[in-house]
């Protein structure tokens, strides 16, 4: 019986709602679509038919906490699991091989950027793969919030992989985002199973504040209602710096945790949080993905949420331990410049799509690129550029064939003598050859393999396979860098030229501003409804309530005159601004050619070229990042013709 192995393999009594309907499709040999709110037990619906099936499941996840805690937990139930990722040795990947080709490894979890590597896939293939499991799947569909190019790519090998079932896992779809999981994955629509989004526990709050009260209100609700442990959300990471150092001065335990914090930094922050020993944590977006921590009493969103998923999912991080929890919105309309800011500045110039284009076209069959160095030269941001090669690769343009590293640097856990010593005469002549044309540092020597490989005579083959037995034998210590990706032009590409593939792309951008735009656009509708704010945003996810929720803060207030949100007076642009503009225009810096460069620019938006020319710190960087990036893009076209 069902329960019986779920009580067995993880000590559960009982199903949570819909995770019985999901595990018995998945044993009928059937594709599913679990949509659970966060907290709701997704990893339960993969894991407990890993364990049954015959055959290895294959996670595909991009949380790398989430990854390492599931992994440590099913390891510590008896349950032969695995993750690959770029913390992973090479000792431990190649045990993972070997149960993989033994059929002992029964739960496997991976990145989905493990997905382009020809080696790893080929290992796939000769391996019996039972499910193909996709969390955060919603970053498949272009109607989601949270769209990642490499997911576009998971259909299709889930076709190579001949995958005889697969399981698609998320926590914020849309009705639109759910149709677009189930037609790519060719999920019946009776297999389609979401759990109820409404949690009781959940007070849910909107508070209209101005920018210049904010700080303060949060300050008094934190100080007087020490609701405590909680969860502030912020868009920028200043701002979690600001914020945090305003509440520790006024009492409160609080850390900043955002990308810019060194790694060491932000994981010492995340462990204090858990751990009770930091009341508050103060984040941006990046915080949250994949943790487990019970009893979190608010979650307060200091700034507007980009989108409605994006709410809904913080605010899922509160109370799951089923205790009462507030979860509160201090909205005020300044956020709306700088978040409308972000989705426009995103979109690349036309002729630096046709740059990128007319580079890939002029390539041989087959080829390889550096990502990083293609972001640079074209000044298109990293992520940009990567959903452009996935739309050319949709389109039938071209098809990546596989990722490897161009340089590696050895560092000697022996004395070098004592590691080339071990080896036959031969074998000792070829690798002080190949160390010798490394440069040295005061412990590692960096070899560039191809550059060793010219200058020693050796196949580039030998010279990895040399490396990777030192490694997995414990000699050396090694870290690769310098990734590049190969492609192959398919035969569509020589029917497409630069300027038609350029200008569909730049198309297809602007759409994805409008996309965006909206979703920014119902999350002040919800702010500014003087209705149930449980009720609407469930109706977003699909979901209806039968009457009011009674416990959201319009339930319990009666109020029901819509509030709109508070706005600065600000958005126009001084004249001692418009001199700053005209002086940074007549300089004519090479990182900022174009109009769209200087808009990003002056919003304080970040790229390829900026970060090269070390210009960030100038005084115009950000100079407008209140203004609305459109009225700031036609000030600089109108200077330009001036």
Excluded at 4 to 29: N, P, S
Excluded at 145 to 174: G, I, M, Q
Excluded at 248 to 272: K, P
Excluded at 520 to 545: I, K, M, N, S, W
Aim: charge should be neutral; aromatic fraction near 6%.
């Amino acid at each position: 019986m069902l329960l019986d192995e779920l009580q067995k393999h993880f000590g559960h009594t009982a199903f949570r709602t819909g995770q019985a309907q999901v595990i018995e499709t998945l044993l009928a040999g059937r594709s599913a679509l679990a949509v659970f709110p966060t907290g709701g037990g997704k990893s339960i619906c993969y894991q407990l038919p890993g364990v049954l099936l015959d055959g290895l499941t294959v996670v595909v996840s991009p949380l790398i906490a989430l990854m390492k805690d599931q992994v440590d937990v099913l390891k510590a139930r008896g349950i032969a699991a695995a993750r690959l990722d770029s913390t992973v040795g090479l000792p431990e990947i190649h045990a993972i091989y070997d149960g993989m080709r033994s059929g002992a490894l029964k739960l496997l979890y991976i990145a989905p950027e493990r997905l382009v590597s020809e080696t790893f896939m080929e290992r796939l293939e000769r391996t019996r793969i039972a499910l193909l499991a996709i969390d955060e799947s919603h970053c498949i569909s272009e109607w989601g919030h949270n769209f990642r190019p490499e997911y576009l790519r998971l259909a299709r090998v889930a076709e190579k992989l001949r995958a005889p079932r697969v399981l698609a896992l998320t926590a914020t779809a849309t009705p639109e985002v759910a149709a677009d999981i189930c037609r790519e994955f060719r999920i019946a629509r009776a297999d389609y199973v979401q759990a109820p989004f409404h949690r009781p526990n959940l007070a849910l709050h909107v508070t209209p504040v101005s920018a210049r009260d904010r700080l303060g209100l949060l300050t008094r609700r934190l100080c007087e209602e020490k609701r405590f442990p909680a969860i502030v959300y912020v868009t920028l990471q200043n701002t979690a710096e600001e914020v945090a150092a305003h509440l520790g001065r006024a009492g409160v335990e609080a850390r900043a945790y955002h990308a810019g914090l060194a790694d060491e930094v932000r994981a010492a922050a995340q462990d204090d949080f858990m751990a009770g020993r930091v009341a508050v944590i103060v984040a941006t977006i990046a915080f949250g993905m994949g943790i487990d921590k019970a009893d979190i009493r608010a979650v307060y969103h200091f700034n507007l949420p980009k989108t409605l998923e994006n709410y809904q999912q913080e605010i899922g991080r509160a109370g799951r331990d089923g205790l009462p929890s507030h979860c509160e919105m201090l909205a005020c309309g300044d956020d709306l410049t700088v978040l409308q800011n972000f989705s426009l500045g995103d979109t690349p110039e036309e002729s630096a799509l046709r740059e990128l284009v007319a580079h890939l076209l002029k390539q041989g069959r087959d080829f390889d690129l550096s990502r990083y160095d293609l972001s640079r030269q074209t000044d298109i941001r990293p992520l940009v550029l990567e959903t452009v090669l996935t739309y050319l690769e949709k389109e039938g343009v071209l098809e990546p064939i596989g990722a490897f590293y161009t340089t590696f640097q050895v560092s000697f856990r022996r004395t070098e003598a004592e590691v080339i010593a071990k080896h036959s005469p031969e074998r000792q002549k070829f690798l002080q050859a190949l160390f010798a044309s490394g440069k040295r540092g005061s412990r590692w020597i960096t070899l560039e393999v191809e550059e060793s490989a010219k200058a020693i005579g050796e196949p580039r083959e030998r010279i990895l396979k040399a490396l990777g037995y030192f490694e997995e034998r414990g000699d050396i210590e090694m870290r690769p860098a310098g990734v590049r990706h190969r492609f192959r032009l398919l035969a569509g590409a020589a029917k497409r030229s630069a300027d038609e593939l350029s200008g569909w792309l730049y198309a297809l951008f602007v759409e994805r501003e409008g996309k965006d735009l909206a979703r920014l656009d119902r999350v002040v509708a919800l702010a500014e409804d003087p209705g149930c704010t449980t009720r609407h945003l469930l109706r977003y996810f699909g979901e209806e309530l039968a009457a009011d929720c009674g416990h959201c803060g319009h339930c319990l207030s009666g109020t029901a005159v819509p509030q709109p949100l508070p706005h600065s007076p600000n958005g126009t642009i001084s004249p001692a601004q418009v001199a700053a503009m005209k002086g940074l225009l007549e300089e004519k810096l090479p990182a900022l050619r174009h109009s769209r460069q200087i808009t990003r620019f002056l919003c304080g938006i970040s790229s390829p070229a900026v970060a090269r020319a070390r210009i960030a710190k100038r005084p115009e960087f950000g100079l407008l990042a209140n203004v609305p990036f459109q009225s700031v893009l036609q000030r600089v076209a109108l200077l330009e013709h001036d």
